[in-house]
């Protein structure tokens, strides 16, 4: 599913018209943004919370020519869904 479906769907469930919906889902986008670069946990209830992790650095190999190569240490996202998430996905 692509955001024009999110959008779609949104607009279908809410009746709110596309424009409003997409309106809606970019703002959803830039305060999560917003709240990820903050270092901030985002939760949201049914389906799970984002946070910002540290990655240490490491060794990788260059895929073409064997070469061991330095990582940096950097951030990742990660992302727990919720208990209830997890069921339906199950089923």
């Known amino acids: 599913m692509k955001k024009p479906d999110i959008i779609k ?3 279908d469930i809410s ?11 970019k703002a959803l ?3 999560i943004q917003a709240s990820l670069q ?4 985002i939760s949201l ?3 799970g919370s ?5 990655r240490k650095a490491r060794q990788g190999r260059n895929p073409k020519t064997g070469e061991i ?9 990660s992302f727990k869904p919720t208990t209830t998430l997890r069921k ?3 089923q």
Request: aromatic share 2%; no cysteine.
């Open 9 to 11: 769907q949104v607009s």
């Open 15 to 25: 009746g709110l018209t596309q424009g409003d919906s997409n309106k809606v889902i």
């Open 29 to 31: 986008i830039k305060a």
């Open 38 to 41: 903050n270092n901030e946990i």
């Open 45 to 47: 209830s049914g389906l």
């Open 50 to 54: 984002f946070r910002v992790k540290p």
């Open 69 to 77: 190569v330095p990582i940096n240490a950097g951030k990742k996202v």
């Open 88 to 90: 339906i996905i199950q």
